[in-house]
């Protein structure tokens, strides 16, 4: 059974740095790509980047540079670091599978979906 389980989130300062965590079970992360998503108050899910089976990442144009992917293959865990994190970051952060194309990630959801981890940035 496929399974990510997203934590980390908190009550942060703005320009302050955070690290979430993704722990995936069901698949390895050397098979299949996993991205990273979010869905602030009262707006759409959207995508904030993914990382291949082969270590390449992908980032939305919105977020580029302040937002950072990486993994752990040993223990099989997707982590985003959050710099210089603002007030319109504030959200709830899930990851998901996505599918590759041209060996590239894709910054499109394929479930399954978690219950996400928040991320408020206030002052």
């Known amino acids: 059974q496929v399974q990510l389980v997203e934590s980390g989130g908190a009550l942060v300062r703005p320009a302050s740095r955070r690290i979430l965590s993704c722990v995936v079970s069901g698949f390895t992360l050397d098979e299949y790509a996993v991205g990273w998503f979010r869905q602030a108050p009262g707006k759409e899910r959207e995508a904030v980047g993914c990382i291949g089976a082969d270590g390449r990442t992908n980032y939305a144009g919105s977020i580029r540079d302040r937002f950072y992917i990486f993994r752990d293959n040993a223990k099989n865990t997707v982590s985003l670091r959050l710099d210089n994190l603002k007030p319109e970051d504030t959200a709830v952060y899930y990851c998901?599978?996505?599918?590759?194309?041209?060996?590239?990630?894709?910054?499109?959801?394929?479930?399954?979906w978690g219950q996400g981890t928040q991320v408020t940035v206030s002052s």
């Open positions: 998901t599978a996505v599918a590759e194309k041209w060996s590239v990630c894709v910054l499109e959801g394929l479930g399954p």
